[in-house]
């Protein structure tokens, strides 16, 4: 339908504009600037201020821009006398009580306010009667500080939390003058979203705590980067002073993170100069790690990984890599390993499910009429997609159908939530499958009857007893995706990381597509997941998922990368590095930016054996301690490169940082080790040193976007502020017959564990920063008091939890939402690694519960 337009004049400037846009939309459109305070584009506007008076012909007093719609033939005149006068009267009255503490206040410089008292304000203040107070430097959380003096009651933050992230955390207090912002009385303001307040806040009422006197905002240098923590890949801006980054603000990109970002993404960037950062390479001399020269730390990299080829062969080397490290890092990483050494022993944790699809369009969630969450929790896990659900939820009504074993923040929302027995995800799916079927709704699609002959050997009730759920409620989901008329599904880790996990992804994608829905979408929950893929840290593929024995790429890639020919043989996948290690089959090993040693206690034992083990990364890690040789890495704001994120976008970080003490980029460093190895390989090793004399990023991008057809065309440059994305690989998994198989709890280990991901966590980078850590919970065992009181454990009682790989003890959190026979805790909360009872990147196990 055709949008009517409207002809309205504003001081004296014609403009046609929709009907129902606002004078102040008009006026912008224009270039007559009319000053706000409670309006904002991304908020509803509530005309609360007054300070955006304007004259409309033929209306009896002054209008307020923000809420007074154009009309046809409208006159508006925002710079006569009397609405200048109103204006001027707007900001008297804002200053009267007005604290006027800029020397010490964190918005001078960027504060409406202070911007609007010198275009439209008095130029004398009148007010000689004393002010009011009201209270000053108010914590209202570890990351948020309140002033109530300076406070405008514009309610934008108020707005924003109901609005965008709906918690409802903060208020207007009392009336007229007396009238203050704080939070509800026992509720605290512990909102994942609670810094973009600080960015609304028109003045400087509320303000961060991390950034609390650390610079005027003009002494910073802004730099355009990209959040190092989840696979959303925000867009943000450095702050730096003096080499050190004293803020993260976001830069708005409407089709990732809009203009907002989550608390840790903003706040916790202390990691970048925290105390314990590797400054220096290390060597161990006489069984302990000390300082040494790069010459001396790559001599020695060099003469053994060489040592160990020339007397074992290539495959007695291995590389793990990461989904944190760049593109540029990663792919040259998986070049040395495969041009140098000649192996194809290269992988990382965390790898993308066979089949994986990658969300399309990251605001279309807020299109969507129902989000299904098959095992993920985006609220904790990728936050910024919890706000681009709430958009559908709060504006449009949509639902969600929770899959999930825990309760979690979206569940509260219109919709069902299926609490089910983790490892028995496929048995779920099959079960829905089974009901849409048995409903009659199923759409008829070619080759759906070999997702029913799959299902034919096991009644809905059976599929539903295995994934612990009763039948009525799988009908009610069935019937819930069915009636919907846009349904997305969404999955992620937490649905494939089990033994059945690949069944898991099949099921879900047969539901899908008997169900008319989007996806299964898969979430890559890490900065760099899906570039690690992309760029080639897997054993079984060259970069962009190639074959191995592909003449045709065998002879391209290894043209580039200086080799004669390159091995095809398969390397070794992640879980089978560490019985290689432990056998002695892989004798050294190569982490870049990886901590397999605190991931899983297996792992650990297994590192012990190598021979050799070469750590790259930012901190001494449970990996990098076992190490012979550590190499310090630059990281995020010190490296450029690019991320990929969770829907293929290749995006671009700079560097504004000095690296600390000797420590160099990643792909700068992965480049040394290639060289000196090279040189200790000697020129006959058919290999050519000349292919590794990449001068930066850029120069190793330019050979990615060759060697990987998804990044086909891409050039660094134009990857711009807001990045391009990758030609989208493969499709939709197609109809296939999956026979359900699931955990199956013996007497023996008679719980499945089910490890459960929190944003607010004790990770090696948020563990630096200290606020954050205020608002880590405790580390627990969720238990169903049902399953706790046989076994005698209670809220606090220390619990043995042991599975087949060893044991920990926590103390017990009992939890009704949890269902029975499943108990629940949460990785990187407490002393003690999960990993002391897990195989590496798993995320489901049966264990046993015991009183400790
Ligand atoms: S604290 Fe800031 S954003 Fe909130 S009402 Fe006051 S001035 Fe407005
Ligand atoms: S949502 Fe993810 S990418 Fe965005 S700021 Fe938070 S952690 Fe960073
Ligand atoms: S901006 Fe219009 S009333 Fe506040």
């Not at 948020?144 to 309610?155: F, M």
């Amino acid at each position: 339908m055709e949008q009517e337009l409207v002809n309205v004049v504003i001081d004296g400037r014609p403009v046609r504009v929709p009907a129902g846009t606002t004078v102040l939309e008009a006026a912008r459109q224009v270039g007559v600037d009319i000053p706000t305070f409670c309006n904002h584009p991304k908020l509803t506007p509530i005309g609360a201020c007054r300070m955006c008076l304007v004259e409309v012909e033929k209306m009896r007093g002054l209008q307020t821009a923000c809420t007074t719609q154009v009309r046809e033939g409208m006159v508006v005149l925002v710079n006569s006398p009397a609405a200048r006068e109103a204006r001027e009267w707007a900001l008297r009255f804002l200053l009267t009580h007005h604290p006027l503490d800029c020397p010490v206040c964190d918005k001078g410089g960027e504060c409406s306010l202070q911007d609007q008292t010198v275009a439209h304000g008095p130029a004398e203040s009148w007010f000689i009667e004393p002010k009011r107070h009201k209270k000053k430097a108010y914590p209202l959380s570890p990351f948020i500080i309140l002033d109530q003096e300076r406070c405008v009651l514009c309610r934008r933050c108020i707005r924003f939390c109901e609005e965008y992230s709906d918690h409802r955390q903060l208020g207007l207090f009392e009336r007229g003058r007396e009238t203050f912002l704080d939070v509800f009385p026992g509720i605290p303001f512990t909102s994942k979203f609670s810094g973009n307040t600080v960015d609304l806040c028109p003045v400087g009422a509320l303000t961060s705590r991390v950034f609390r006197f650390q610079a005027r905002v003009w002494e910073l240098a802004e730099v355009p980067g990209v959040c190092n923590y989840c696979g959303v890949g925000c867009n943000i801006a450095w702050g730096v002073k003096n080499n050190r980054v004293r803020r993260i603000v976001p830069r708005e990109h409407a089709a990732v993170n809009d203009q907002w970002l989550c608390d840790k993404g903003r706040f916790a960037h202390a990691f970048l100069h925290d105390a314990r950062r590797l400054r220096t390479p290390l060597v161990r001399r006489n069984g302990k790690l000390e300082e040494a020269t790069w010459e001396e730390a790559l001599a020695q990299v060099a003469e053994r990984l060489v040592a160990i080829v020339q007397e074992h062969g290539p495959q007695a080397v291995a590389g793990l890599g990461s989904t944190r490290t760049t593109n540029e890092a990663s792919y040259l990483f998986q070049r040395f390993l495969r041009a140098v050494v000649g192996t194809n022993n290269v992988a990382h944790l965390g790898r993308l499910p066979q089949g994986a699809v990658l969300l399309e369009d990251i605001p279309s969630l807020a299109q969507a009429d129902l989000v299904v969450l098959a095992g993920v929790d985006p609220s904790e896990e990728l936050p910024l997609l919890d706000l681009w659900i709430k958009r559908g939820v709060l504006r449009r009504g949509a639902k969600v159908l929770a899959l999930h074993p825990q309760r979690v923040e979206l569940s509260r929302y219109n919709g069902l939530r299926l609490a089910y027995r983790p490892g028995a995800e496929a048995a779920l799916a099959g079960a829905l499958t089974k009901a849409l079927l048995e409903s009659g709704k199923a759409r008829k699609v070619a080759h759906s009857e070999a997702v029913e002959e799959g299902l034919r050997g096991s009644s809905l009730a059976q599929l539903a007893e295995a994934a612990g759920v009763a039948p009525a409620q799988v009908r009610e989901a069935a019937a819930l995706l069915a009636s919907a008329g846009k349904a997305v599904l969404l999955t992620g880790e937490g649905w494939v990381a089990t033994p059945y996990g690949q069944d898991a992804l099949q099921a879900l994608a047969n539901l899908a597509r008997l169900a008319g829905a989007e996806g299964p979408f898969y979430l890559a929950p890490d900065n760099n997941t899906v570039g690690a893929t992309d760029v080639g840290l897997v054993p079984d593929r060259f970069p962009g998922g190639q074959p191995l024995d592909d003449r045709r790429v065998q002879d391209r890639l290894s043209k580039w990368w200086g080799v004669r020919k390159l091995n095809a043989a398969p390397g070794l996948a992640a879980q089978d590095l560490w019985p290689a290690l432990a056998e002695g089959r892989v004798k050294a090993l190569y982490v870049l930016g990886a901590d397999p040693a605190d991931e899983s206690a297996l792992a650990a034992q297994a590192l012990e054996q190598a021979e050799f083990l070469v750590v790259q990364d930012l901190f001494l890690t449970e990996t990098a301690k076992r190490a012979h040789v550590v190499l310090p890495a630059a990281g995020p704001a010190a490296e450029e490169g690019t991320y990929t994120n969770l829907e293929g976008r290749v995006q671009h970080l700079g560097a504004i940082l000095r690296p600390l003490g000797a420590s160099r980029p990643d792909w700068w460093i992965v480049q040394e080790v290639a060289r000196a190895c090279l040189a200790a390989l000697g020129p006959g090793a058919g290999r050519d040193a000349a292919a590794w004399q990449f001068k930066g990023p850029g120069e190793v991008f330019a050979e990615m976007a060759k060697a990987i057809p998804a990044y086909a065309g891409m050039h660094y440059v134009a990857l711009g502020s807001y990045g391009l994305r990758r030609q989208a690989e493969g499709g939709l998994l197609p109809l296939a017959r999956v026979a359900p198989s699931w955990l199956q709890p013996t007497e023996d280990y008679p719980f499945v564990l089910w490890v459960g991901r929190v944003l607010y966590d004790r990770g090696t980078l948020a563990s630096c920063c200290a606020p954050l850590q205020e608002l880590v919970p405790e580390a627990a065992l969720g238990v169903h008091p049902e399953d706790a009181a046989p076994l005698g454990l209670r809220d606090g009682t220390p619990a043995r939890v042991r599975s087949q790989v060893g044991e920990m003890v926590l103390p017990v959190r009992l939890d009704p939402d949890l269902p029975r026979g499943v108990v629940v805790a949460v990785r990187n909360l407490g002393e003690v690694s999960l990993g002391t009872i897990l195989r590496p990147g798993e995320r489901a196990t049966l264990v046993q519960v015991q009183k400790a």
